[in-house]
């Protein structure tokens, strides 16, 4: 299983091993990471689930949506160049080894 690392807003570290297919949200939720709340369980309507990607793996995580980009705009922490939405990040076997920072707040 590729392995995710999460930097909590206090920059602790967090390492999961996420089965592809699964979001990261989800995967988050399931292993106890509070800085992520997924308040609508991946409906693209809560934007609680924010992060930050780090620069190298942009370009290998699947293209944002158009209802993604929307609901980047509703963040609780003001969007940044490389925010996306955990719930939307599915994970592949291409993204061993990403690193996502925790938004500082979610509400
Ligand atoms: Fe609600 Fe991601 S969990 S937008």
Do not use: W, Y
Request: charged share 20%.
């Amino acid at each position: 299983m590729p392995k995710v690392v999460f930097i909590n807003p206090d920059q602790t570290h967090l390492e999961l091993d996420i089965p592809v297919g699964t979001s990261l949200m989800r995967a988050a939720i399931a292993n106890g990471i509070a800085g992520i709340v997924g308040d609508c369980g991946g409906g693209l309507t809560c934007a609680t689930c924010h992060v930050l990607v780090d620069e190298e793996f942009l370009a290998k995580t699947s293209p944002m949506t158009h209802n993604e980009d929307q609901m980047l705009d509703f963040t609780a922490m003001g969007r940044q160049p490389n925010s996306r939405l955990s719930c939307q990040l599915v994970m592949q076997d291409e993204l061993e080894g990403l690193t996502v920072r925790i938004a500082d707040h979610q509400v």
